[in-house]
């Protein structure tokens, strides 16, 4: 394989080594899924992107975590298609498609208040599956005691195009403590073994934030803790109009994450839900480029 160039951007950040990292490969039509998979483990991110020619849409985007190919990555297609539009690989487009493997979804782009690229992302209709196991366990996984779990929500396996348990939490003073144990997580999530964890609640350090999260791997992943979660922050929005907010058909709001990492970065989220059941999920953020290296 010859060498090939990787790309760090910061994701959910406009300050380099906040946010979420993901590493990019620009051209990879020359390389195999085994190189891929080689190429993310070595890179060590909790997910590289790889941008491939399409014939459906502008490009088409493949995610890898250092242990296997996932189907969609927020913070991941954030870095890429920032990435594409400010190295004028898009030319003048600011709406583009990308082909994923949860289908084609639309991207958009403008130019915020602040001079920077916001992008929003379209994603995949919510699915929602309950976890029926064991709390108490649950709950010790990530260090925290049974109590700390909101008893008034539901525990839920989500996905807008990669599934994680969402899992309420009472309050924020749970979070600082939380220590993911997380080869314990496939024999606690019997419906869903290869789910992550997003643990959250509705008290925030920002008061512009809405709500608080951590995210914590599934140990097929390679990894322990993910910085900023695009695909659950989707998910989350969903859960809270199905499950806290039934009267509401839209909402938008910004999560947190990433604070205990040292990692600050938002995510903003806007959700609609038509009254025929049509779901419309899309997240946005922004992306800063932080170095680059070839192996």
């Not at 946010?19 to 998979?37: C, I, K, R, S, Y």
């Not at 916001?118 to 108490?136: A, H, N, S």
């Not at 969903?238 to 938008?252: S, V």
Request: glycine share 8%.
């Amino acid at each position: 394989m010859p060498p090939v160039t990787i790309y760090h951007y910061d994701a959910f950040s406009r300050i380099p080594n906040q946010g979420n990292p993901a590493g990019v490969v620009f051209d990879a039509q020359a390389l195999t899924a085994e190189d891929m998979q080689r190429i993310a483990a070595e890179v060590g991110f909790n997910e590289t992107v790889f941008v491939l020619p399409s014939n459906q849409a502008t490009v088409q985007l493949t995610y890898y975590t250092p242990g296997h190919e996932i189907n969609l990555c927020g913070h991941a297609t954030m870095a890429a298609v920032y990435g594409l539009k400010t190295r004028g690989m898009l030319g003048g487009e600011n709406h583009i498609t990308i082909e994923t493997n949860v289908g084609i979804l639309p991207i958009s782009m403008e130019e915020d208040h602040q001079g920077d690229i916001l992008i929003t992302m379209k994603q995949d209709t919510p699915k929602f599956i309950p976890f029926q196991g064991d709390r108490t366990a649950l709950a010790v996984s990530i260090g925290i005691d049974v109590d700390e779990l909101d008893g008034e929500l539901p525990i839920l396996y989500g996905s807008t195009g990669t599934w994680t348990l969402l899992v309420p939490v009472r309050r924020l003073s749970a979070f600082q403590k939380m220590k993911p144990y997380n080869d314990r997580f496939p024999g606690i999530l019997l419906e869903n073994p290869k789910a992550s964890l997003h643990p959250f609640c509705m008290e925030t350090l920002d008061q512009e934030a809405f709500m608080h999260a951590r995210h914590f791997s599934s140990p097929y992943s390679g990894t322990i803790e993910d910085p900023v979660t695009g695909t659950a922050s989707g998910v989350m929005g969903a859960y809270y109009l199905a499950y806290m907010r039934p009267d509401l058909k839209n909402a938008e709001f910004v999560i947190e994450q990433g604070q205990e990492m040292g990692r600050d970065g938002r995510v903003k989220v806007q959700v609609e839900r038509s009254d025929q059941g049509q779901w419309d999920v899309r997240i946005s953020g922004t992306a800063v480029y932080v170095k680059k290296w070839s192996i």
